[in-house]
């Protein structure tokens, strides 16, 4: 794992986002469509606004560029509570994409159960060959996606573990919502974990050095490279060394 290092969120939001460009570049280039797992949170709304508003935003075709999300939240589709619509409210609103290539989960009010939803997001993400780059934001606890600590999601990391799981009585509210697997994450390329804030910063020490029993946050491994994106108040408990 790498480590990032910027002063402060506003920072690594840029930096990250400049990233995400050039990898998508990189792919464009040769007629590739990138593909690109969105994430929630503090972290995941800084990113996507920096992006919005980057100099070499259009240096890229958002129309030619695929989006799946690490969890979505089980509520009606348009709800604020869904990282979804933090996505349509400050990149999507930004920028032209391709609707056939934002693959949403079905919302509460859709007419599916949950676990009708898992199933149909897990049957779509398994059939997309390629994930170019993962985004997660941790959690003060370690948590990516809806993957949370000491819960029976983690178990899920064998060849045939399904590529999205239902999740009941989240430790975080709402309670139920539909995450990728700790398999699927790891099948991107880049796996780029995002933190920020002297609240995650145990975690993040626990993270670096693969402290037992692994956090989710550490069980997450792209299959080129992982790069952990942090501020300086989130690496507060952790030693200058990179891991």
């Known amino acids: 794992m790498r480590t990032a290092e910027h002063p402060n969120l506003v920072e690594l939001a840029h930096a990250v986002a400049s990233e995400f460009l050039s990898v998508c570049r990189a792919r464009q280039v040769y007629g590739g469509v990138p593909c690109?797992?969105?994430?929630?949170?503090?972290?995941?709304e800084r990113v996507l606004e920096a992006l919005a508003a980057h100099p070499q935003r259009?240096?890229?075709?958002w129309a030619r560029v695929r989006f799946v999300w690490?969890?979505?939240?089980w509520v009606p589709a348009g709800h604020e509570d869904r990282n979804d619509f933090l996505a349509d409210r400050t990149l999507f609103d930004a920028v032209s994409v391709d609707p056939s290539l934002v693959h949403r989960v079905a919302g509460s009010d859709s007419g599916a159960t949950l676990d009708e939803a898992a199933e149909a997001y897990a049957a779509l993400v398994s059939g997309i060959?390629?994930?170019?780059?993962?985004?997660?934001g941790v959690g003060p606890d370690g948590h990516v996606a809806s993957l949370f600590p000491d819960r029976d999601e983690l178990a899920f990391v064998g060849p045939d573990a399904p590529a999205a799981l239902p999740i009941r009585a989240s430790p975080k509210p709402p309670s139920e919502r539909v995450t990728l697997t700790i398999p699927t994450l790891c099948r991107a390329e880049r796996v780029w974990l995002i933190a920020a804030g002297a609240g995650k910063?145990?975690?993040i020490a626990r993270v670096r050095a693969a402290h037992e029993p692994l956090l989710p946050a550490a069980?997450?491994?792209g299959t080129v490279e992982t790069v952990?994106?942090?501020d300086t108040a989130a690496l507060g408990a952790t030693s200058a060394s990179s891991s």
């Open 36 to 44: 690109v797992i969105l994430t929630g949170g503090s972290g995941g």
């Open 58 to 61: 259009d240096t890229i075709d």
């Open 70 to 73: 690490g969890d979505e939240r």
């Open 129 to 136: 060959d390629r994930i170019d780059l993962a985004l997660n």
């Open 201 to 203: 910063a145990e975690a």
């Open 219 to 221: 069980r997450i491994l």
């Open 228 to 230: 952990l994106w942090a």
